[in-house]
């Protein structure tokens, strides 16, 4: 069993900067998928970025060269440093950890607007 609980979000302007955390409970965090995803208002849940393990990180093609995925195994967390903020990226920000099952958190919101 895995539980989530993401902070960080907030109101920030465009072009502005946002660093989310994911705090982890429950045994093996190291061996697990981590991940960020997204929703906006009327729309699907869509993958953000992902760090399977060290040294490997996926992102959406949205979000290539502004977003950065890390986690640290000791202190169970990852983290989500996101620059250059575009009114689109307007979403409830959600995390995730996948090994046989997956686990979310409870979603942070990140509003970019001027």
């Known amino acids: 069993q895995m539980q989530l609980v993401e902070s960080g979000g907030g109101l920030v302007q465009p072009g502005g900067s946002l660093r989310l955390s994911c705090a982890a409970s429950g045994s093996s965090f190291s061996m697990y998928t981590m991940g960020w995803y997204r929703q906006a208002p009327g729309k699907q849940r869509e993958f953000v970025a992902s760090?399977?393990?060290?040294?490997?990180?996926n992102y959406a093609d949205s979000v290539k060269g502004r977003f950065t995925i890390s986690k640290d195994n000791a202190k169970k967390t990852v983290s989500l440093q996101m620059n250059s903020l575009k009114p689109e990226d307007t979403a409830v920000y959600y995390c995730?950890?996948?090994?046989?099952?997956?686990?979310w958190g409870q979603g942070t919101q990140v509003t970019v607007s001027s």
């Open positions: 995730n950890a996948r090994l046989i099952a997956s686990y």
């Open positions: 760090i399977p393990n060290g040294s490997m990180r």
